[in-house]
């Protein structure tokens, strides 16, 4: 049977909080009076009534604790019972409606709902002579009923309290299932061919969602996904902060010219080598990849490749291509270096040290494998001598590669470095990475003191707003339970075979991740790995979400509308009359995706 | 101010020939030359990432890049060039500097027939409509050689 410890408990904290309150009421009063009386009397006695008043709820509160325990205690005269609620994939099933039901009666005597963890608790007032059912109800899943006994009832009855242990419940494809698979498809499929922004596309879904859930669901309960509240729940704030803040760095970082001061150097160091200066030009992209996005990198390396390609007279095709290849790759170093990996790492809980300790050596085994290749196809186009470079155009080159700002450079430089130390060090004190970031950032505004409303500006909402969207949309399949049969599809294809699970999420991914958006796909595999990753034996060291993370970045230089850097590298190369067309990239871009792809899965293979 | 030859450039090696043509029509007509390079940033609309870099300006100096290898090559045949970097529309541009400029003639490449990011009915259908608004003279070229030619006085 249950004590009262929690009415005493809660007693004495308000009896204690009151005394306090009067404790200070009284030094407060003492401080007051102490200085000159006459002057501040009226502010004193304001004071004092302040104090009275405090006093006074605080006797309330205590009155009022008190008398709830005391209805508590008399409610904990009744039964409990609790238990866990799992899915199929012994996933915990939370917001479950659960009710006690005497038999041949629908008015429940006592019901409640299952908690995050799927823990629930019910308390009945009495123990009924033969049966008592249990009925679990939750959109989605089958409405299931459990029929307590004799057996049942008698411990019940003699303990106070029943355990039913872990129960599971059986999943229902309803039509809201369908409703929110065709949703998620149909975001998907408008970003894949770019029928509507992807923002534009991922609120859209939300909308629909919701319209479904209030609307629709209205006519036919059937159609309900979920609820706005429990939509919300799906957002993972962490990812929006930590990208929040790294927009504001960055925003600080590129304005310094340091990428196309870099890129120019690489052009000097060469010497008129062209393999090197591919060579020199995709690690530098790499390196910038894994620190900051691959995205901006490649805004600002395209234009000055582009450059130094006409200027040495050579197809700059063969450097902008290569460099994107690597900026794909290189992102995958670190928990910054992609959207994906700060949807991974955010959801797993893998910090910034764990993505640099088990990804950076494969990652660098990727690369100089795509080097190779790339050195091999563009061969023809790297033995040829370019035309060398007038004065005049150097000099503009060099112009247009300076340094903008020296003095930014270091102090931002200085505080990216501060964030890289808070991203490693701050894991030993369980801090997460959007932390460091967002303090950085306004390190950043404190000490550069630039336009805030600008570096407000730089924020890109719409992509955030994008991250939102599609967390809710993600979320609304694993509510309907479309993830967990695929879960259950993949572990029945993978059994408890890790290699085979490390082979097929590094390779399905990264061949699905060639024509679809990354992060939709990266944001949708994710509980399916956590899934699996308590299922395969091994698979606890999270090998198969730095699989995930291979694969979703290494897939998007299969094809031109692989990944965001791609499209954007070919939008600033349609400026001029060298565009990446989708046969160019794909002949050289396929090739290095699996060629990655296996030297990725190797060093998987090999490190775990 | 005497009049001009405005040549529409991208910049590239699959530009060079017809920045030839509009150097050795510039040269045989013994007018002026002004290379015209636009930026368009619309194809960052589509993308979910952030963009925060201020790429207009990124595009402006690689524009400006491009136009100075044309420069070289034109002032290398002797002839008077000039050179201007536009951001926006291209319908819109060519109207504005052809209110700017004294052009006489506009030289222009064909769209890519692969990567081209206009199409050749958007270029005809241009070139009527503005060679009709302005009365200048209209060549379309392609690898250096004359693919159209639209002259609103003579027809």
Known sequence: ??????????????????????????????????????????????????????????????????????????????????????????????????????????QPIAETESQEDGSWTIEVPRVP???????????????????????????????????????????????GFWIATLIFLGVLLAIAFEALHSTTAALTGFSLLFLFSYVASAFDPDLFIFSFERGLGYINWEVIFLVMGMMIIVAVIEGTGIFQWMAFQAYRLSRGRNWLLVLILMLITAAASALLDNFTTMLLMTPISLQIGLALGLNPLAFIIPEVLASNVGGITTLVGTPTNILIGAYAGIGFNDFLIHQTVGVLIALAAMGAYVLFHYRKEFAQQGGGISPTLYQKLEQNAKLEDPNTLWKSGLVFVIVLAGFILGEQVHMVPAVPAIAGATLLLIWLKPDVHSMIKAVDWTTLVFFMALFIVVGAIQEVGLLSFVAAGMSGLIGENLPLGIFMIVFGVGTVSTAIAN?????????????????????????????????????????????EANLVTAGITQQTSTPISFKEFLKVGLPVTYITLTAGFLWLLIHF | METTILCLTRGGRDSYPNQDRAIALAKER?????????????????????????????????????????????????????????????????????????????????????????????????????????????????????????NHEES
């Open chain 1, 1 to 106: 049977m249950k004590t009262k410890p929690t009415f005493i408990e809660t007693l004495l904290l308000n009896k204690k909080a009151k005394t306090d309150l009067v404790q200070k009421a009284k030094i407060a009063g003492r401080t007051f009076f102490n200085k000159n009386a006459s002057l501040h009397r009226k502010i004193a006695k304001i004071g004092l009534a302040f104090f009275l008043c405090a006093a006074i709820f605080s006797l309330a509160g205590t009155l009022a604790a008190f008398i709830q325990p005391a209805q508590a205690s008399m409610q904990r005269e009744g039964f409990f019972i609790s238990g866990g609620l799992v899915d199929a994939q012994n996933q915990p099933v939370s917001e479950a409606q659960i009710t006690a039901l005497l038999p041949g009666n629908d």
């Open chain 1, 129 to 175: 002579e033969e049966e008592l059912l249990v009925r679990f109800r939750r959109p989605h899943f089958k409405s299931q009923t459990f029929i307590m006994r004799q057996n049942e009832l008698n411990t019940l009855r003699q303990e106070g309290i029943y355990r039913f242990g872990s129960y599971t419940l059986e999943r229902r494809i309803s039509a």
């Open chain 1, 519 to 563: 992060i939709p796909l990266t944001a949708s595999m994710l509980p399916i790995i956590k899934f699996l990753s308590g299922t395969i034996p091994g698979a606890g060291s999270n090998v198969l979400y730095y699989a995930l993370s291979m694969g979703a970045a290494m897939g998007g230089n299969g094809l031109l509308i692989g990944g």
């Open chain 2, 30 to 150: 013994a007018t002026g030359l002004l290379f015209l390079y636009v930026s368009n940033v619309q194809f960052l609309g589509l993308t979910a990432s952030p963009v925060l870099v201020d790429i207009e300006t990124e595009l402006d100096e690689m524009g400006d890049f491009m136009l100075a290898m044309a420069k070289e090559r034109a002032e290398k045949a002797g002839v008077q060039v000039m050179t201007t970097v536009r951001r926006g529309v291209f319908r819109r541009v060519i109207k504005d500097i052809l209110k700017e400029y004294p052009i006489q003639t506009v030289v222009m490449g064909r769209p890519g027939l692969e990567t081209g990011i206009t199409t050749t009915e958007y270029i005809n259908e241009l070139v009527q409509e503005i060679g009709q608004e302005s009365g200048v003279e209209f060549i379309v070229v392609h690898q250096g050689e004359i693919v159209n030619h639209f």
